[in-house]
């Protein structure tokens, strides 16, 4: 069964820092591209990071130079450190595994950010 566990979201004041990690079933993990999304109350699903099998990285403008993600195929597992967090950042964070015949998503993790 595949599976996508997040963990890390919570409240921090603007400017401070969070990390998010999702373990994911190795037969998913290995060979595919992981993503983070998020989603903000009203607003649709955007990308916000990606990393390939080979680690290669795509970040959404918006967090360039504050975000950064990366993976540890030992451990199957996916980060997001985000730094000099903004309230805009505020949303739900999914973790994400682009297999190539579909997309699985894990549960989500709020991330609030306070002003």
């Known amino acids: 069964q595949v599976q996508l566990v997040e963990s890390g979201g919570g409240l921090v004041q603007a400017g401070g820092s969070l990390r998010l990690s999702c373990a994911a079933s190795?037969?998913?993990?290995?060979?595919?591209?992981m993503g983070w999304y998020r989603q903000a109350p009203g607003k649709q699903r955007e990308l916000v990071a990606v990393?390939?099998?080979?680690?290669?990285?795509n970040y959404a403008d918006s967090v360039k130079g504050r975000f950064t993600i990366s993976r540890d195929n030992a451990k199957n597992t996916v980060y997001l450190q985000m730094n000099s967090l903004k309230p805009e950042d505020t949303a739900v964070y999914y973790c994400?595994?682009?297999?190539?015949?579909?997309?699985?998503w894990g549960q989500g993790t709020q991330v609030t950010v306070s002003s």
């Open positions: 994400n595994a682009q297999a190539p015949t579909r997309y699985y």
């Open positions: 190795r037969s998913i993990f290995s060979t595919n591209p």
């Open positions: 990393i390939t099998s080979g680690g290669s990285t």
